[in-house]
């Protein structure tokens, strides 16, 4: 079947940390692969997207692999802002098929 | 600018009755979704629809019904089945195919008085 395992929050960071947030993902065929973020009272909006193995998606300094060898895909920042607090979501499209699957959530909180 | 609006925001509604979310695109993208996320949890599919006149259950549909007659809406009614309604709901879209992104809507807040 296919899912996705993200790691559970909160993530707590002081500004200009390092962020990790671990995914990984159980899938039948290719799947693309997605990382979404959600801000308070608002919907998912996508950071960053890869589609084939060993792409690396990236978009304002975040960035994840995707990892077919160890099915991940896990997000990382160099260094995060009080901005960047908000719920991110990892999610699989699988290949040829219409339905997503996402992750539970990881919710970061960066102190200044 | 192409996206997707849901109305209203806020909903409050008595218990026992039914109501209806609104989902609009203009993205001319085919298939729609509903989702319902609780408070500190994931998305989980209510509804889907690939194409017109066409939708499939998702992991929770019970209390919930959709139509999907053209290819821009895709209303949720809410009925007074469901047990446990308050929640906040988002509708998304996207071109069928793997690599295509599902965009969002900004959500609906629906509470049960």
């Known amino acids: 079947g296919n899912s996705v395992t993200q790691m559970e929050g909160p993530v707590t960071l002081s500004e200009e940390a390092f962020l990790t947030i671990n995914c990984t993902y159980t899938?039948?065929?290719?799947?693309?692969l997605f990382w979404y973020v959600q801000y308070p009272g608002e919907g998912l909006q996508l950071l960053l997207k890869?589609?084939?193995?060993?792409d690396k998606g990236s978009n304002k300094g975040f960035e994840a692999t995707y990892r077919k060898e160890t099915t991940s895909f896990h997000l990382e920042k160099g260094s995060v802002q009080v901005s960047d607090s908000a719920v991110y979501f990892c999610?699989?499209?699988?290949?040829?098929?219409?339905?997503?699957?996402f992750g539970s959530g990881t919710k970061l909180n960066v102190k200044p | 600018d192409g996206g997707i609006t849901q109305s209203p925001k806020y909903l409050f509604r008595k218990e026992g009755q039914n109501v209806t979310l609104s989902c609009e695109q203009n993205l001319n993208h085919d298939a729609m979704y509903w989702y319902r996320q609780d408070p500190g949890q994931g998305l989980r599919l209510i509804y889907y629809?690939?194409?017109?006149?066409?939708?499939q259950k998702g992991d929770i549909a019970e209390g919930y019904s959709v139509s999907r007659e053209k290819k821009e809406s895709f209303p949720l009614t809410v009925t007074s089945a469901q047990k446990n309604p308050t929640a906040f709901y988002l509708c998304?879209?996207?071109?069928?195919?793997?690599?295509?992104?599902?965009?969002f809507g900004p959500g609906t807040r629906l509470t049960v008085l």
């Open positions: 998304a879209s996207t071109v069928p195919g793997a690599t295509d992104t599902q965009y």
């Open positions: 890869a589609t084939k193995a060993d």
């Open positions: 999610a699989l499209n699988p290949y040829n098929f219409n339905k997503f699957y």
């Open positions: 899938a039948t065929g290719y799947p693309s």
């Open positions: 629809s690939q194409i017109v006149n066409d939708f």
